[in-house]
């Protein structure tokens, strides 16, 4: 694997809710439904039973994607399966009452107690008091990458110090070379520990979608790493044209994936924010298309507290004749789109 570990120290050398907002042919009308984190159509049933207080569909699922090593999608659903259980925890109760060390309970339970953590000001002592769950997930199996992930984010949220995240990277990638999900908990530490370095966030997310096989979602992750920066108003200023590259590199990764799909549509959402920032308004009509209903809560949460009336705003403007001409100047009318304020949208977090 070519190395992803960027000249810095040590550590960074390594690499269902519906609503209805004239429009192009091939594009959604602004009436078009739209739904915000919608599940597939395997997570779907394990929801719905999960609604019922039954636990078997979940567990079935986590077990499936499990032995088939499909540990992108093994990462979603326990992402999923854990934010509904925050809020219908009894299903998952009696799931680990009748299973305690089954491997998906494990799994899900480590990412609900870190979940439940994180929005605290004691965050870091509290999640001090998660390790064993996670650790109980990492040895219920070895392969498994996802509890390794969650790791990663519990490091950051910790303050864990560098050796100690190196370790954990050394063993995630060891498990899966181009899990997207611990690339993307590796570039949050590292912007949060180095907190403006985002040249050498980008420089880890390019040596890391280098490496990577063209359909995996971490040819995203340059773009993802553009986004902290467009968002953060703080640090050197970067480049363009690298942006514009990050872009191109996300845009190339869509172009891969089926329309309408509510798993890239994570991907798209992101990648639409960073085109409207950089103004390229034709690119962002053409990942309008490929979203189709498919809103997601990230990034415009970090907008608006609701996400979905942004997303439908941002699409009606889109879709709509550019005001002609722009009072402001187009850097400042896709500010106000995006909700943005000198420079700022409220900060990433978990």
């Known amino acids: 694997m070519v190395d992803t570990m960027a000249p810095l120290p040590s550590f960074i050398r390594w ?12 594009l959604p009308a ?43 999608n093994h990462d979603r659903y326990v992402r999923h399966l854990a934010a509904f259980a925050r809020s219908r925890p009894e299903w998952f109760e009696a799931w680990c009452t009748t299973a305690p060390r089954d491997p998906g309970a494990l799994l899900v339970g480590a990412q609900l107690a870190v979940d439940r953590a994180w929005p605290s000001p004691a965050r870091a002592e509290l999640l001090r008091e998660v390790s064993p769950l996670i650790t109980a997930a990492a040895r219920a199996d070895d392969r498994d990458p996802v509890p390794w992930r969650i790791a990663l984010d519990h490091a950051r949220g910790s303050r864990a110090g560098h050796r100690y995240v ?29 907190h403006g370095a985002h040249g050498e966030c980008l420089d880890f997310a390019d040596r890391a979608a280098q490496d990577a096989p063209a359909d995996s979602f971490v040819q995203a992750l340059p773009a993802r790493a553009a986004f902290g920066y467009l968002t953060d108003g703080c640090g050197p200023q970067v480049p363009r044209a690298r942006l514009e590259a990050a872009a191109d590199s996300a845009v190339a990764l869509s172009a891969r994936f089926p329309a309408d799909d509510p798993w890239s549509a994570g991907i798209r959402n992101k990648l639409l924010y960073v085109l409207v920032r ?50 402001a100047g187009p850097a400042a009318w896709s500010g106000a789109l995006l909700g943005k304020h000198g420079g700022h949208v409220r900060a990433v977090d978990h």
């Open 278 to 327: 950089l103004e390229r308004w034709q690119d962002a009509r053409a990942q309008l298309a490929l979203i189709g209903p498919y809103a997601t809560s990230f990034p415009w949460d970090r907008c608006s507290d609701d996400p979905l009336g942004h997303f439908l705003r941002l699409r009606a403007h889109l879709l709509s004749p550019l005001p002609q001409p722009l009072p």
């Open 30 to 72: 602004a009436g078009d439904e739209a739904v915000l984190d919608a599940p597939d159509n395997r997570l779907s049933p394990a929801l719905v039973a999960a609604a019922r207080g039954e636990y078997d569909t979940a567990a079935a699922l986590l077990a499936a994607t499990r032995a088939a090593a499909a540990w992108e």
């Open 166 to 194: 190196e370790e954990l990277w050394e063993a995630a990638v060891r498990r899966a070379p181009h899990h997207h999900g611990c690339h993307v908990a590796a570039l949050r530490y590292l912007a949060a520990s180095w």
């Open 15 to 26: 690499a269902r809710m519906t609503k209805r907002s004239a429009h192009p042919a091939g």
